[in-house]
């Protein structure tokens, strides 16, 4: 969904029952006819990051069939024609399962990490619903638009076992590791796919005789540091609600460090006549000490 009057943020849950993104946004909450509008943004703060085990799920009435509301055309269509290869066949299914507050009367909501940790398969599904890029493009108003820039910030760290050798791991490295492992094997699927429909819409473009649409894909990653001392600094950052001061200016000098040396953000700005900084400094030196894990504060 993209909006012409401004930039539109959308905070992404998973529905625990069903294993998808649940988007707190004015579409979704349609399908359950519940104002959106008065929706606390806090609690859609603590339903994205709702680690399971850590934190209670954040429940919703289903008040579906109470409202005006009509499902969409291509919705009763991708259904009706039930082709299980298609994205917008299962899309569709998704967002028909809220119409009926009788089958789904609560809807339990999670860590939206657990479904879609980057944001970017929600938006997949959005776009494969309404005919593809273009087709999404159009329905927003944005047929004009010939650059389309996709900046994904992956901050994915990876499983540490620590000094724990030759022992029975305990409960919080188990749901660490597994929810680490999961997240970060969705990370990389995720931009994979996403390179693909890429290739894809260029490919439908070229076939429909269109000039095709200049698309970027920025994926910024600790992983691009050269330096290995640095990775492991950053990677060790623990997921937290609050960070040290001198944490929070390493991570936003390493943020524009890594942006302004991607390749398709440099292609991106030469495209649109831009200039690129100039460097104002290098990496500073990590910390011997990393700062601890997820893993090793849950307990």
Not at 125 to 143: K, N, T
Request: proline share 6%; net charge negative.
């Amino acid at each position: 969904m993209i909006m012409k009057e401004g930039p539109l943020i959308i905070i992404l849950a998973t529905d625990a029952v069903e294993g998808i993104s649940f988007s707190f946004e004015p579409n979704q909450f349609n399908l359950i006819c519940t104002d959106y509008n008065h929706f606390p943004v806090a609690r859609a703060v603590a339903a994205s990051s709702a680690f399971p085990g850590l934190f209670t799920p954040i429940v919703l009435k289903n008040y579906a069939g109470q409202c005006d509301y009509r499902v969409p055309e291509w919705v009763k269509k991708a259904i009706e024609k039930r082709d299980i290869s298609s994205r917008a066949y299962w899309m569709a299914s998704w967002l028909n399962l809220y119409t009926d507050a009788k089958a789904k009367s609560y809807i339990y909501l999670t860590d939206g990490g657990i479904s879609d940790n980057l944001g970017v398969r929600r938006l997949l599904d959005i776009v494969a619903g309404q005919g593809g890029l273009r087709g999404a493009m159009a329905q927003s108003g944005l047929s004009g638009v010939k650059k389309v820039a996709f900046l994904i910030v992956d901050a994915q760290t990876p499983v540490r076992q620590g000094a724990m050798v030759g022992d029975i791991p305990g409960m919080g490295f188990v749901l660490g590791s597994t929810y680490t492992i999961m997240i970060n094997r969705n990370n990389f699927d995720t931009v994979d796919l996403l390179r693909r429909y890429v290739h894809d819409w260029r490919q439908e473009d070229i076939a429909a005789g269109r000039k095709p649409l200049d698309v970027y894909t920025i994926h910024l990653s600790f992983d691009s540091l050269p330096e290995k001392l640095e990775r492991d600094y950053f990677h060790s950052v623990p997921t937290t609600f609050s960070l040290p001061e001198d944490q929070v200016d390493r991570l936003r000098d390493v943020a524009g460090r890594l942006l302004y040396s991607n390749d398709d953000f440099r292609k991106l700005v030469a495209d649109v006549g831009g200039n690129i900084p100039a460097k104002t400094g290098q990496p500073d030196k990590a910390p011997a000490e990393p700062a601890p894990t997820m893993e090793e504060e849950v307990h």
